[in-house]
Nanobody, 126 residues
Framework: VQLQASGGGLVQTGGSLRLSCAASGRTFNGYSMGWFRQAPGKEREFVAAKRWISGSTYYADSVKGRFTISRDNAKNTVYLQMNSLKPEDTAVYYC????????????????????WGQGTQVTVSS
C-alpha cells in the first residue's frame, strides 16, 4: 500500500483544514488508519485513528472535539478534518495504515503501522 497525504497549508488560528490520505497499489480496505504529527524538535505523536473492524475512532486529548477522522472506502481515502486550529497544531502530519487485527489500545503507537505516507505540512499562524 502506498499512501499519499495532502491538504496541508498555512492557516490562521481558529481556521480549518482537511487533510487527505489516498491509498494506491492495493486497497486499504482491511486496514485501520491513523494520523500522526511531528513538530520540529519533537517526536512523532499520535493524533487520531479509525479502526477497520469496529469503525471506532480514537483521538489524542489535545485534538479531541476539534479533529475528526473519517474514511471513504470507495475512494481508498482517509481524511482528517481539523477545526479550531491552534499554533501548537503546527507540524508535519502523516497518515499510516495498520493491520485490521490491531487492537484499539495499540493504535496510538507508531510501531503497529506497516505503511506510512510522506507527510504534509500544517502551519497555524497566531
Amino acid at each position: 500500500v502506498q499512501l499519499q497525504a495532502s491538504g496541508g497549508g498555512l492557516v490562521q488560528t481558529g481556521g480549518s483544514l482537511r487533510l487527505s490520505c489516498a491509498a494506491s497499489g492495493r486497497t486499504f480496505n482491511g486496514y485501520s488508519m491513523g494520523w500522526f504529527r511531528q513538530a520540529p524538535g519533537k517526536e512523532r505523536e499520535f493524533v487520531a485513528a479509525k479502526r477497520w473492524i469496529s469503525g471506532s475512532t480514537y483521538y489524542a486529548d489535545s485534538v479531541k472535539g476539534r479533529f475528526t477522522i473519517s474514511r471513504d472506502n470507495a475512494k481508498n481515502t482517509v481524511y482528517l478534518q481539523m477545526n479550531s486550529l491552534k499554533p501548537e497544531d503546527t507540524a508535519v502530519y502523516y497518515c499510516a495504515a495498520a493491520p485490521a487485527s490491531t487492537i484499539s489500545t495499540m493504535l496510538r503507537g507508531l510501531t503497529v503501522y506497516d505503511y506510512w505516507g510522506q507527510g504534509t505540512q500544517v502551519t497555524v499562524s497566531s
